[in-house]
């Protein structure tokens, strides 16, 4: 009697394991994913991507460098993404832009690879400037602003935005433009949104100008 109990036992052990297998074995590869970040790696068909980005018109009279991302971590890829290229190129603190405009600054130079401080990153200040203006872009509240312009000052929406020169940016790289203008509480300075059409986690491969100012 003993015997059966425990082979009918067993036997729904055996049932209940082969039952739940798929949905623990989903839930595992749900919780590894979660924690992997993106990793880019150069195939035969990012290289041919890449020769037609090398094509692209750009407007900036300076030396570059194409290249492509090679790693973006899905938690953190709006403060900093890696691309190919570093100190073998002689890269230092480059301006980095995508479609003509600035995405990021080179932040960090290892032989060859950079990491690149995105304009996305709450840490990131850049000196811009609005027709005759100059302000400070910063990130905040999951949208590019820029404030420290007088609330006098003739700006108005669809002004474009552009690096201003200050700091170790050379100036008129294109940021966006004038989205909206408000105030701050005592009506001094302007609090100017952005219209920025940049999506990080969409693109592939960017360009670095490498003239500077350092």
């Known amino acids: 009697m003993l015997k059966i109990i425990k082979e009918n036992y067993l036997f729904l052990i055996l ?14 590869t749900i919780k590894e994913n979660l924690y992997t970040p993106v ?3 150069i195939t035969e068909s990012d290289y041919n991507k890449l020769l037609e980005f090398n094509n692209i018109d750009l407007i900036y009279e300076t030396d ?14 709006l403060n900093e993404i890696t691309i190919r290229g570093g100190k073998d190129q002689n890269l230092n603190k480059n301006p980095v832009i995508y479609d003509n405009t600035l995405i990021g600054i080179i932040d960090k130079v290892n032989k060859n690879t950079s990491t690149i401080k995105l304009l996305t990153n709450k840490s990131s200040k850049i000196s811009v ?11 905040k509240n ?11 000052a003739n700006i108005k929406i669809g002004d474009i935005i552009y690096t201003s020169g ?8 294109y940021i966006g433009l004038v989205k909206e203008i408000t105030t701050d509480r005592k009506n001094i300075e302007y609090i100017i949104k952005v219209d920025y059409q940049i999506k990080i986690k969409d693109i592939d491969y960017v360009t670095i100008l490498k003239e500077n100012k350092l």
């Open 15 to 28: 049932f209940i394991i082969i039952l739940l297998k798929e949905p623990i074995y989903k839930l595992i």
């Open 39 to 41: 990793k880019c790696a």
């Open 64 to 77: 570059y460098l194409n290249t492509y991302i090679i790693y973006k971590d899905i938690y953190n890829y």
């Open 129 to 139: 400037k609005i027709n005759d203006e100059v302000g400070l872009l910063e990130y």
């Open 142 to 152: 999951n949208e590019l602003i820029v404030s420290n312009i007088s609330s006098k």
């Open 166 to 173: 200050l700091g170790n940016i050379h100036d008129n790289i």
